[in-house]
């Protein structure tokens, strides 16, 4: 059993430059465009991640970095929505229907969806994408490979048949993906699932060819999304382009995407991502060094302004647990006096400096979900005096004899400013020696 130790609501903070729409870049010959609507096409949009996009083979995708990526060069049967991110639109599949018993689904796929030109196609020109592709892509995903996390996210107990087809005992495809013709794909549930068409938004079930496959194996990057991969510099810079035979419309009519190219710089450092981007060498940036946040609120943001600013909670949280496979925190007594010891608000506050919506303290559900009010729940809060009193009824008397504790952290300093913080605090109010490492 796994308890958790500490969680932040995080905070998307997306700041962009504000500019009079008249310096847009190309890479056309001709400059921008003018279409329905007084909407431009062209030009380079510049964005940075801190970390290297890593696999972008689809059912190797779990990392948020290069999820992101693969949302632009790859699509699935459905997609989640840009303005209410917990609801999903159709994508490759026009519109779905579930029967009475809710356990089968049946997709009808939008005609004229294409995959990106490439090589891996005898002409070089990217196939319809038709319902059989679907069905080889699950395949791919239900099968046994060296760490296939991706089907236990996925297929694994929801999708009839899919277990029997991992641990290869059927040969003749999983029993619950039906190609009923070229457009219409069928998948039955072993039971009920409601949210199953979320599962059906995500990279790890996009639909890629099975020539690029073939081809490329795991290092396929040829999907049917808005953006083409284009290549990419180890540690440096991803670049994508438009994808010209992209099926989406805006409400003139006019195709989409409306950008020509997309650069992905690599730059580690927040600090030196916010200045590349005050230099004017991106367009946008994702989140900001914890030092800066107030000082780029307080310049102002907005029309009129430097920047522009989107601030909303993210669907995660950050949070840490206890292992509980030795003697230590089999101890519901320890694992409360940690919980009451950690001043997460302190955290938010003086560590974090803005850079997260709120303290945990209403559970581990961050504070995205419409209809649903997080304060049903009561977490904990700073309580020194009870954490205190609780180690010493755990026989750990103001930390007496309490063992050697490793907290494990991933990289990036955010994430080193809040363990070197809890370890401070833990130090302080229960006089626990506690050990900090990066684990990745």
Not at 19 to 41: F, H, Q
Not at 98 to 104: L, N, P, W
Not at 109 to 129: I, T, W
Request: proline residues 5%.
């Amino acid at each position: 059993m796994k308890n958790t130790l500490l969680a932040l609501f995080a905070s998307c903070l997306i700041l962009g430059s504000c500019g009079d729409g008249s310096k847009t870049s190309s890479s056309s010959n001709d400059g921008p465009r003018v279409a329905k609507g007084d909407k431009v096409y062209g030009g380079t949009l510049k964005v940075a991640e801190n970390e290297d996009i890593q696999s972008l083979y689809p059912h190797k995708i779990l990392d948020a970095i290069t999820w992101r990526l693969a949302t632009q060069i790859y699509e699935g049967l459905v997609k989640f929505k840009q303005s209410a991110p917990t609801e999903v639109m159709p994508a490759c599949a026009e519109s779905w229907n579930v029967d009475e018993s809710g356990t089968v689904y049946t997709f009808n796929l939008r005609k004229e969806v294409y995959f990106h030109d490439d090589p891996c196609f005898a002409d070089g020109n990217g196939r319809e994408v038709t319902a059989n592709d679907f069905k080889y892509c699950f395949e791919l995903l239900c099968s046994k490979w060296q760490d296939n996390h991706a089907f236990g996210l996925t297929f694994k107990d929801r999708v009839k048949g899919a277990n029997a087809y991992f641990a290869g005992e059927s040969e003749g495809g999983i029993e619950g993906i039906k190609v009923i013709d070229d457009h219409t794909l069928e998948i039955t549930l072993e039971n009920p699932y409601s949210p199953f068409p979320y599962i059906l938004a995500s990279p790890l079930t996009a639909v890629f060819p099975h020539e690029a496959y073939e081809k490329y194996k795991m290092d396929l990057k040829v999907g049917s999304g808005p953006f083409a991969h284009a290549g990419s510099v180890e540690n440096q810079s991803t670049t994508l382009v438009r994808n010209p035979k992209y099926y989406g419309k805006d409400a003139d009519g006019n195709q989409l995407p409306y950008i020509d190219t997309v650069e992905v710089k690599i730059i580690q450092n927040k600090s030196k991502e916010l200045t590349e981007f005050k230099k004017g060498q991106l367009d946008l940036i994702y989140g900001l060094p914890t030092e800066s946040i107030i000082e780029v609120l307080e310049q102002g943001t907005g029309v009129g302004t430097k920047y522009t600013v989107q601030r909303d909670p993210e669907m995660s949280i950050q949070y840490y647990e206890f292992l509980n496979q030795g003697s230590v925190f089999e101890s519901k007594k320890v694992r409360q006096a940690f919980s009451y010891a950690i001043d997460r608000t302190r955290i938010v506050e003086y560590i974090l400096k803005g850079e997260s919506e709120g303290p945990g303290i209403y559970g581990v559900t961050p504070p995205t979900f419409k209809g649903y009010d997080i304060t049903q729940i009561k977490g904990y809060e700073i309580d020194v005096d009870k954490a205190r009193q609780l180690l010493a009824d755990a026989g750990y008397p103001d930390g007496k004899g309490f063992p050697k504790v490793v907290l494990e952290y991933n990289r990036g300093s955010r994430n080193e400013k809040v363990a070197l913080e809890m370890q401070k605090q833990l130090q302080n109010n229960l006089n626990i020696n506690l050990e900090i490492s990066v684990v990745s």
